[in-house]
C-alpha cells in the first residue's frame, strides 16, 4: 500500500520559515518525480514545486528564490523548504509521487500565515 505523509504545517508569522516534509512507503521512491502542491480555500490546487527522480528541479513563478525542494532518497523522503512567507502562501500542502501511469497523493498539511 502506498502512503505519503506529509509533516511540519502549522501557523507561522509572515517572513518566517517553515520545513515541509513527506515520508513516502510502497513505493520505489528514488524511481518517482516528487512534488509538492497547494490549494487555498475556494482556489484550485497549484504546483509548488516538483523534482524528478534525477534530481531536475521546477518552481512555480511565485515562489522561486523563497522555495526550495529536495529529496532524500536513502530516507524515501522530499522536503520543501519555505522561507519569507507570506501570508498569500496560506493553503494546505499536499505531496504528490508520480511515475507514468501512476499518481499518489497525501492528505496534505497545512500551513497558515499570519500577517
Known amino acids: 500500500q502506498v502512503q505519503l505523509v506529509e509533516s511540519g504545517g502549522g501557523l507561522v508569522q509572515a517572513g518566517r520559515s517553515l520545513r515541509l516534509s513527506c515520508a513516502a512507503s510502497?513505493?520505489?521512491?528514488?524511481?518517482?518525480?516528487m512534488g509538492w502542491y497547494r490549494q487555498a480555500p475556494e482556489k484550485q490546487r497549484e504546483l509548488v514545486a516538483t523534482?524528478?527522480?534525477?534530481?531536475?528541479?521546477h518552481y512555480a513563478d511565485s515562489m522561486k528564490g523563497r522555495f526550495t525542494i529536495s529529496r532524500d532518497n536513502a530516507k524515501n523522503t522530499v522536503y520543501l523548504q519555505m522561507n519569507s512567507l507570506k501570508p498569500e502562501d496560506t493553503a494546505v500542502y499536499f505531496c504528490?509521487?508520480?511515475?507514468?501511469?501512476?499518481?499518489?497523493w497525501g492528505q496534505g498539511t497545512q500551513v497558515t500565515v499570519s500577517s
Open positions: 504528490n509521487a508520480n511515475r507514468v501511469p501512476f499518481q499518489y
Open positions: 510502497g513505493i520505489r521512491f528514488n524511481t518517482y518525480n
Open positions: 523534482m524528478t527522480s534525477s534530481g531536475n528541479t
